[in-house]
């Protein structure tokens, strides 16, 4: 591994990966190429569950073991026909009360074996699965059932509390996971339910037919229900292909929560449609335990996300040397952007590359990335996915040259394109009023077609007649000693137009002071921009986030303006 000190880049030769030159790829592209590795290719007959689980079963991996789960308490594995089984036995069960294929049926809980058999058994049977994040509260697990109609949740008895049945006139049944006796004629034990059939079962559908509604993340606004089909598997496969860079006989680690996409398209999907090993872990984020994690079970392959890679660089350089990672290849990131000096500090530190990929609920897995075969430029979300056309528009859907600012938009369709918003016609239609699937996020393309984002759309800040990006200025800030992360907004100013505001939690050892203050403007007009230098920070103990890990900067708005915040359902605590 090399760094050109030129052009930033980070240059990697693998003969061993699966996609070896992008070039040759993306001109010899064709989705029915990848579409023959599936067993519905020659039979018609399509499940993605078939294809994730049963069709390596059928094909001399049964035994191979499909998932590891540990959460400090218990200690698992499961090989694919464990899998197999037990998500037929939930479909089955499931059957038994009535659920009907398109039925929506939630599932609110814990990181645990159960949580992923359920959501396989849904799909399994041909309903349409919804992930919850366990956090969520009674609030937003109501929008979410009511808005989809959900027959059925799937929970455990502690959440069960945060579930109001009696609102909810389209639940009829409520599945207790760990419990020992059911309250209500409408409840029903996991294990009861379990127990009814241990018969093989799958329902075949249309590639075009429902299989998961995830809520996205609300950083934005009201968060809105993203239906998944089917046909989404091809799209997943290949980018655990490509992007992923997944190997036969690999372990791989995601830990995103299946409650965002990035938990099932990347953490569920991908890996078991290439048939590695996935790892779960439950439990919440602690450095030592997520390395005592990679050790224990050889991860090769480890996706994660910048806010958890910005915790652990804070955790120290010291931490990382005290395992054994000798068997990881690479990490991967996505969800946020992520800041050159994270790329850096994976060089440095763990002497790995950190690929990060753009892509959001809306487009069900991977559409950009910075693949093994070539150089990451530290700050840059890479090139698109074969077999995807996604370019910088202007407002009226006209293609803008290189290096021009614009909105970041994919050409309809691709494979796990979002098929409907839940109840939202009018907001599905506005995506696509262009002609192309327009994002909502700001960007450019350089000259050799890496792709830079900038900023959500509504935060890029315009301040004396120049555009910044809060992503530039906040991986500014995080460079420096003092910052842990940082969350940058535009504040009206009748001179300037906007003014750039910065709010920073600190490291450790780092007191609030005017003159650290001071520093770190200066340390970002220096190294950045006069203008892109904050004219306010202030110190905040935590920086307002999603349970996914991004931050709110409509939130830090509201605050600073005195607004009303908007829906908050997703906020981490
Ligand atoms: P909502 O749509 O409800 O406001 P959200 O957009 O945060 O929430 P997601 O679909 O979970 O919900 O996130 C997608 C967004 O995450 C993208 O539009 C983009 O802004 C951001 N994102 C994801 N990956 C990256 C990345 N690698 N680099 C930069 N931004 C990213
Ligand atoms: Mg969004």
Same mark, same amino acid.
């Given at each position: ?23 040759? !790829? ?39 073991? !499909? ?20 998500? %037929? ?23 645990? $074996?159960?949580?992923? +058999?359920?959501?396989? &058994?849904?799909?399994?049977?041909? !309903? ?19 808005? %989809? ?29 760990? &419990? ?9 034990? @996991? ?45 997943? @496969? ?19 929560? $299946? ?31 997520? #390395? ?12 994660? !996300? ?5 915790? +652990? ?47 959001? =609920?809306?487009?069900?897995?991977? +559409? ?43 050409? $309809? ?20 009023? =262009? ?17 830079? #984002? ?6 890029? +800040?315009? =301040? ?25 907004? &535009? ?30 403007? %200066? #340390? ?17 103990? =935590? ?31």
């Amino acid at each position: 591994m090399t760094t050109n000190a030129m052009t930033n880049e980070v240059l990697l030769i693998d003969e061993t990966a699966n996609l070896k030159n992008y070039d040759e !790829a993306v001109a010899n592209f064709d989705w029915k190429e990848i579409e023959k590795t599936f067993t519905w290719y020659q039979t018609g007959k399509v499940n993605m569950v078939y294809e994730a689980i049963d069709r390596h079963v059928n094909n001399g991996k049964a035994d191979q073991t !499909a998932l590891f789960f540990t959460d400090g308490v218990r200690d698992e594995a499961y090989t694919y026909q464990d899998i197999q089984k037990l998500s %037929s036995q939930f479909a089955n069960g499931l059957r038994s009360y009535g659920v009907e294929k398109g039925d929506r049926v939630f599932i609110f809980m814990p990181r645990t $074996p159960e949580l992923y +058999i359920s959501l396989l &058994g849904i799909i399994r049977m041909g !309903a349409i699965a919804g992930p919850l994040f366990e956090a969520f509260m009674e609030e937003a697990v109501k929008d979410r059932l009511s808005d %989809s109609g959900a027959v059925a949740v799937v929970t455990t008895p502690a959440l069960l509390e945060r579930i109001p049945v009696d609102e909810l006139p389209e639940l009829k049944h409520v599945i207790l996971v760990g &419990g020992e006796e059911t309250t209500a004629d409408n409840q029903v034990l @996991y294990q009861d339910l379990m127990s009814k059939s241990d018969e093989y079962t799958i329902e075949w559908v249309d590639r075009e037919t429902g299989m998961l509604l995830h809520y996205t993340s609300g950083s934005t606004g009201k968060p809105k229900g993203v239906l998944q089909v089917h046909d989404a598997m091809i799209h997943q @496969y290949l980018a655990g292909k490509w992007t992923y860079d997944l190997r036969e006989g690999d372990v791989y680690w995601c830990t995103a929560d $299946p409650g965002w996409v990035t938990g099932t398209s990347a953490g569920m999907w991908s890996p078991w449609l290439n048939g590695v090993t996935a790892v779960l872990r439950g439990g919440r984020f602690k450095a030592e335990e997520w #390395f005592q994690t990679l050790e224990k079970y050889g991860v090769n392959v480890w996706f994660s !996300a910048p806010t958890a890679l910005r915790m +652990i660089m804070a955790a120290g350089n010291e931490l990382p040397k005290k395992y054994d990672l000798s068997k990881l290849r690479h990490i991967l990131s996505a969800g946020e952007p992520l800041n050159p000096e994270v790329v850096r500090w994976g060089l440095e530190v763990l002497n790995h590359r950190i690929h990060d990929n753009w892509w959001m =609920t809306e487009t069900g897995s991977c +559409i950009c990335a910075n693949f093994r075969c070539n150089p990451i430029r530290p700050g840059s979300m890479g090139k698109p996915l074969p077999g995807i056309t996604l370019s910088i528009v202007d407002d009226q859907g006209n293609e803008l040259p290189a290096n021009r600012m614009g909105n970041l938009a994919i050409k $309809p369709k691709w494979p796990a394109m979002v098929r409907a918003i839940w109840n939202n016609q009018e907001k599905y239609d506005q995506y696509f009023e =262009t002609g192309w699937f327009v994002t909502g996020d700001s960007a450019y393309k350089d000259e050799d077609g890496y792709f830079w #984002f900038e900023g959500r759309v509504d935060d890029v +800040i315009n =301040t004396s007649g120049e555009r910044v990006g809060p992503f530039e200025v906040e991986s500014k800030l995080v460079e420096h000693p003092a910052v842990a992360e940082a969350g940058v907004i &535009g504040v009206p100013d009748p001179v300037r137009g906007e003014v750039i505001k910065a709010f920073i939690t600190l490291r450790e050892g780092f007191v609030d002071s005017d003159e650290l203050k001071e520093e770190i403007r %200066s #340390f970002v007009k220096t190294r950045l921009a006069a203008h892109a230098a904050p004219r306010m920070i202030e110190v905040r103990e =935590t920086i307002p986030k999603t349970r996914s890990g991004k931050i709110m900067r409509r939130v830090l708005k509201a605050w600073e303006l005195g607004l009303p915040t908007g829906d908050l359902s997703t906020m981490e605590d």
